[in-house]
């Protein structure tokens, strides 16, 4: 069965660095962009960072860009979100998600998603 299960949230003061990780089974990522998404309380999902195949190319929003990494080892089948300098406002749950474009249709999944709490 194919799925994704992140790991590495937490509780984490103002300021503080979490790395989250997202491990594909039951499929290869090596065709798939990934990324993270968040949910924070009563706020939709919004995206926070993807990166796409083969060359690597990374977006990230705005409101992270130059604090947040992410990465990819398709060796180990895992995408990485580095998350650096973390404020209250990073608090959301994280969840990855893997994309391939078929051509005549979009394959997706997602993982169950991680708490990211940042509180002092």
């Known amino acids: 069965q194919a799925q994704l299960v992140e790991s590495g949230g937490g509780l984490v003061q103002p300021g503080g660095s979490l790395r989250l990780s997202c491990v594909a089974s039951?499929?290869?990522?090596?065709?798939?962009?990934v990324g993270w998404f968040r949910q924070a309380p009563g706020k939709e999902r919004e995206g926070v960072s993807c990166i796409s195949t083969s060359v690597g190319t990374e977006h990230y929003a705005d409101d992270v860009n130059g604090r947040f990494t992410i990465s990819r080892d398709d060796a180990k089948n895992t995408v990485y979100l580095q998350m650096n300098d973390l404020q209250p406002g990073d608090t959301a749950v994280y969840y990855c998600f893997a994309e391939r474009d078929w051509g005549d249709y979009v394959q997706d999944y997602w993982g169950q998603g991680t708490q990211v709490t940042v509180s002092s």
């Open positions: 039951g499929f290869g990522l090596d065709y798939y962009a």
